[in-house]
């Protein structure tokens, strides 16, 4: 009688053990593949930032996603909309890579509208980044510039300026605004005509302020 085989982990709990590529595609058992994240780590979120962006520049958003779905879940309540724009934004990307244009750009849009309303304080540095991208066709975060040199969505003066170095900052240094540009600006290039996979690497974007 043949079973459906079903992985377990090491308690007998159902776990997926089919090892994937480095987009998160199923592979065949037996088949060399990419280690999975550990689930449930509980990271800083320097940490968090630090592992997700080594992980966008080797080209590996899938694995990404499972570092902030982490900080998603771990993570104090008010900042849980943070990660999980975040890992929607990793995730659009993985399927952008794998040439789903449709799910990619939904998520990458999806993903941006979550960070939006975290928009009220970021870095100066980010919101140039976000209006040069807005110059040149693409749509970027709206928004003033105050006195302060921090911007609101609204256009007014924020509470204060984001910085990369700013631990207890409610987006912990993350360029919130010039990833919303980003995450807009790839959507309607992976939806253009002819346009097809992108590589991951080449497209992984900045997570902190002002680091390119």
Do not use: C
Request: proline share 7%; no cysteine; hydrophobic share 40%.
């Amino acid at each position: 009688m043949n079973e459906t085989r079903r992985d377990r982990d090491t308690e007998g709990r159902a776990h997926n053990a089919r090892p994937r590529d480095g987009l998160g595609r199923p592979l065949p058992y037996g088949a060399p593949g990419v280690a999975r994240q550990p689930e449930g780590v509980v990271r800083t979120p320097a940490e968090t930032v630090r592992e997700a962006q080594r992980l966008l520049d080797a080209g590996m958003p899938f694995h990404a996603h499972e570092v902030f779905e982490d900080a998603w879940k771990s993570g104090p309540v008010a900042e849980r909309e943070l990660w999980r724009g975040l890992a929607q934004l990793a995730v659009g990307l993985t399927h952008a890579a794998r040439g789903n244009v449709t799910g990619g750009a939904r998520l990458l849009r999806r993903g941006a509208a979550a960070l939006a309303e975290f928009t009220e304080i970021i870095d100066v540095t980010d919101v140039t980044e976000v209006t040069e991208v807005t110059e040149h066709g693409h749509p970027g975060a709206s928004g003033g510039l105050s006195e302060a040199g921090t911007v609101s969505a609204a256009g007014g003066p924020s509470a204060a300026a984001d910085s990369p170095d700013s631990a207890g900052s409610p987006t912990h240094g993350i360029g919130v605004g010039a990833l919303i540009g980003w995450a807009r600006e790839l959507a309607g290039r992976v939806e253009g005509p002819g346009a097809g996979p992108v590589d991951a690497a080449v497209e992984a974007p900045r997570l902190l302020a002002g680091r390119r």
